[in-house]
DNA sequence: GCCAACGTTGGC
DNA sequence: GCCAACGTTGGC
């Protein structure tokens, strides 16, 4: 079992999208490292789910679906997707600026390489998020 | 194989 | 809307 991170715009696909769908190909990944997060991820491992640039907080836990398949929108195959389905929501979301606050976070890549789009998590730093998210 | 230029992401 | 960070591309 692993933990994930994704990040999306809600703009461009957001969380309550993805609870109405009930499920969704996560493709579209064009980075060599967040593709090999993709193909790292196993069925049944957990996502946070992120909202970048309007939001900018951590707002649901999403479950792997389908391990990583040839991305159906990529011209190459050396691009996967994966499907991922919502879990729960979380009671309250955790914002970046939380997360940039505890030094437990320091190293995390969210804080570290604000631009990758899909990163692993460590088990502690998921536990911790969980937590942050029971609180007000 | 190096490195400058460029494009994109995403926080502010 | 701006700009920093950083990944990618392409010329040499």
Do not use: C
Request: proline share 6%; net charge neutral.
């Amino acid at each position: 079992m692993n933990y994930w991170l994704v990040k999306s715009e809600p703009e461009a696909f957001s969380w309550d999208q993805l609870v109405k769908d009930g499920e969704t190909v996560w493709s579209g990944v064009r980075n060599y490292t967040a593709r090999n997060n993709l193909k790292a991820m196993e069925k049944g491992d957990l996502v946070l789910f992120y909202h970048s640039v309007t939001g900018k907080e951590i707002v649901g836990i999403a479950k792997v679906s389908r391990v990583a398949y040839p991305d159906p929108t990529a011209d190459s195959v050396a691009w996967v997707a994966t499907d991922i389905q919502p879990v729960k929501p979380l009671k309250h979301p955790v914002p970046l600026t939380a997360i940039k606050e505890d030094a437990r976070f320091k190293d995390f890549s969210l804080v570290r390489q604000g631009r990758l789009s899909v990163m692993p998590v460590d088990k502690e730093l998921y536990d911790a998020i969980l937590a942050m998210s029971q609180k007000a």
